[in-house]
């Protein structure tokens, strides 16, 4: 069993910059494909960002956006820069065994975050 707890939203002006972490809990998190989701009010959650062997990313976001890890803390970051207003939204941290497949679905993730919100004022 994982558990994730993410923190670093808040609010920020266009342009600035913020960076999401989640921690997670439960063994061989190296093994794990993790990813970064965002809900904003009334849409559907979607795909921002993942990394498994490699790293991929949702179109909006690719050049502003950088996901990495760090395995010795159990850490997932997002980190987010030149943010714009439609980057609002809660984001939501998940995990799925097996760092071999690339995962930008909901449905392929087993564990899930409370998520984080990020607010971007124009």
């Known amino acids: 069993q994982v558990q994730l707890v993410e923190s670093g939203g808040g609010l920020v002006q266009a342009g600035g910059s913020l960076r999401l972490s989640c921690v997670a809990s439960?063994?061989?998190?190296?093994?794990?494909?993790l990813g970064w989701f965002r809900q904003a009010p009334g849409q559907e959650r979607e795909f921002v960002a993942t990394i498994a062997w490699t790293t991929r990313y949702v179109d909006s976001v690719k050049g502003r956006f950088t996901i990495s890890r760090d395995n010795a803390k159990n850490t997932v970051y997002l980190h987010m820069n030149s943010l714009k207003p439609e980057d609002t939204g809660r984001y939501y941290c998940?995990?799925?065994?097996?760092?071999?497949?690339?995962?930008?679905?909901?449905?392929?993730?087993?564990?899930w975050g409370q998520g984080t919100q990020v607010t971007v004022s124009s």
């Open positions: 439960g063994p061989a998190f190296s093994n794990y494909g």
């Open positions: 998940a995990a799925a065994y097996d760092i071999a497949v690339i995962r930008t679905t909901q449905g392929s993730y087993a564990y």
